[in-house]
């Protein structure tokens, strides 16, 4: 089994800055691409951030120029840096792997999120 664990969220001012860390814990093979989804209370989950196993980094536009994606390969674990933060980034924060598991079938994992909220 394949356990992904998130950590890093709280609270936060207008413009302030956080980092997520998503860990990855289990028996598996290798792990693909890596991503950051959100949803905010009433609103669909939406894809913020994904770092590729080749190292390419895919962004979305709301929040393209204030968030970084990277990934410790080693650690099996994917961050996520905000910088200059909103209240519109205001959601419940969920890590994705694209994991290859022992068997050398694929599979997706979800962590159990972690809360963002940006309020002076």
């Known amino acids: 089994q394949v356990q992904l664990v998130e950590s890093g969220g709280g609270l936060v001012q207008p413009g302030g800055s956080l980092r997520l860390s998503c860990a990855a814990a289990?028996?598996?093979?290798?792990?693909?691409?890596m991503y950051w989804y959100r949803q905010a209370p009433g609103k669909q989950r939406e894809l913020v951030a994904v770092?590729?196993?080749?190292?390419?980094?895919i962004y979305a536009d709301s929040v393209k120029g204030r968030v970084t994606i990277s990934r410790d390969n080693a650690k099996k674990t994917v961050y996520l840096q905000m910088n200059s933060l909103k209240p519109e980034d205001t959601a419940a924060y969920y890590c994705?792997?694209?994991?290859?598991?022992?068997?050398?079938?694929?599979?997706?994992?979800w962590g159990q999120g972690t809360q963002v909220t940006v309020s002076s």
């Open positions: 289990g028996s598996f093979s290798s792990i693909n691409a």
């Open positions: 994705k792997a694209d994991v290859i598991r022992s068997d050398r079938t694929l599979d997706n994992y």
């Open positions: 770092s590729t196993s080749s190292g390419r980094t």
